[in-house]
């Protein structure tokens, strides 16, 4: 049994580590006892003590190792969710850029053939017979003062066109600028983008096995739970119980400040439905069981508003809060159920737990929040 539980906690290790996430410190090593190390440690209250400390240990690094791995895939699909929104700017801002592009290409091309024309008309002036009455008044007479206004015509109809030709050149330079900037931005978002999908799969399959490793250590922990009920001449259910508000407690210890809502999104695994109505009117059905009255929901729709638009896939760049109450660290709403990744109704439950322990009521959160920007 020892064996199993080290070989299951060290996958969950390797996933981790493949991922780029932290591993707890606390997996180092991964046993529990066996029935014959229950009966032997009867013998002695010090040894029954000793498994009875191993056996919560294993069922917490197990726990620890799940949570590090949808912390982490948490913040995997956050930075996808960035690279993809990248990207579609990448890709809006090349379209621009290609059909500024075209414009340039286009105004150049015009300003050519317009150089082209001029050049041409003054070759044809340039002979003997200065034909410039092409663009004059052809009533005014030959004379001196004609000719050198014939002369003046020709010398600026010559730097008009040597402008029109740097013009059409200063425009072909500015498209084939445009352009290379296009390709430069949509291939560098694009690169982007591929990494951070590659780093969310990756985090999604550190998540799957930690989760798999945890179900699993979870059917032995049946096992575990009546060892130590035996162990302690208690019952298995009263352990279970014990164990799980000893988490909540740690849990609430834990709760750090998010320093302001959300400002991204973190699609989970398998998607979740953002719902803000549906979610404030679940919340709305179960303020009574907390002995709080209709007042208090108006509260608690301007905290979540606040914190997150009530969506449950709303996530702090910053400070890694997650979901409708802003969970930090996220994986800490496990305690409420194993889908709290991507069901707002679960969030909702631990979120309205935590500020009853915390603040006694939605409108003591709120309190906290005008004064504090968190809660």
Not at 164 to 186: G, H, P, R
Not at 331 to 354: C, E, F, H, V
Request: net charge positive.
């Amino acid at each position: 049994m020892r064996v199993r539980s080290r070989v299951a906690v060290a996958l969950v290790v390797a996933a981790l580590l493949a991922a780029g996430g932290a591993v707890p410190a606390a997996v180092a090593d991964p046993s529990y006892p066996s029935w014959g190390d229950v009966q032997a440690a009867k013998a002695s209250q010090a040894a029954t003590q000793a498994e009875v400390t191993k056996i919560n240990s294993v069922l917490g690094q197990l726990q620890q190792a799940a949570n590090a791995a949808a912390d982490l895939a948490i913040r995997r699909a956050a930075q996808y969710a960035q690279a993809e929104a990248d990207l579609a700017a990448a890709t809006e801002k090349a379209a621009l850029l290609a059909r500024n592009a075209g414009a340039a290409t286009a105004a150049a091309r015009s300003l050519k053939t317009e150089s082209g024309a001029l050049t041409e008309q003054l070759s044809r002036t340039s002979g003997a017979d200065l034909t410039v009455h092409l663009f004059l008044d052809g009533s005014r007479s030959a004379g001196a003062p004609d000719l050198l206004y014939q002369l003046g015509a020709m010398a600026s109809l010559t730097a008009r066109a040597g402008d029109l030709f740097a013009k059409a050149t200063q425009q072909q330079n500015l498209a084939a600028s445009l352009s290379a900037d296009a390709k430069s931005a949509e291939s560098a978002r694009t690169s982007l983008a591929l990494q951070a999908q590659k780093a969310l799969a990756a985090a999604q399959a550190a998540q799957r096995a930690a989760n798999g490793a945890l179900a699993t250590e979870r059917t032995r922990a049946t096992v575990m739970y009546a060892q130590l009920a035996s162990l302690k001449r208690t019952t298995a259910k009263v352990e279970q119980k014990y164990a799980e508000g000893v988490a909540a407690a740690a849990a609430l210890a834990q709760q750090a400040a998010s320093q302001g809502g959300a400002n991204g999104f973190a699609p989970p695994l398998g998607g979740v439905v953002v719902d803000p109505a549906g979610a404030q009117a679940y919340a709305q059905s179960v303020l009574p069981s907390y002995g709080w009255g209709g007042d208090q929901m108006s509260c608690l729709v301007r905290l979540w508003n606040q914190e997150s638009g009530w969506r449950a896939d709303a996530y702090n760049t910053s400070s890694g809060a997650y979901g409708i109450p802003q969970s930090l660290p996220a994986s800490k709403m496990a305690t409420a159920g194993p889908d709290w990744q991507s069901n707002a109704r679960t969030q909702i439950n631990w979120g309205l737990s935590y500020i009853s322990r915390a603040y006694g009521s939605p409108c003591g959160a709120w309190n906290h929040e005008v004064g504090y920007n968190w809660y």
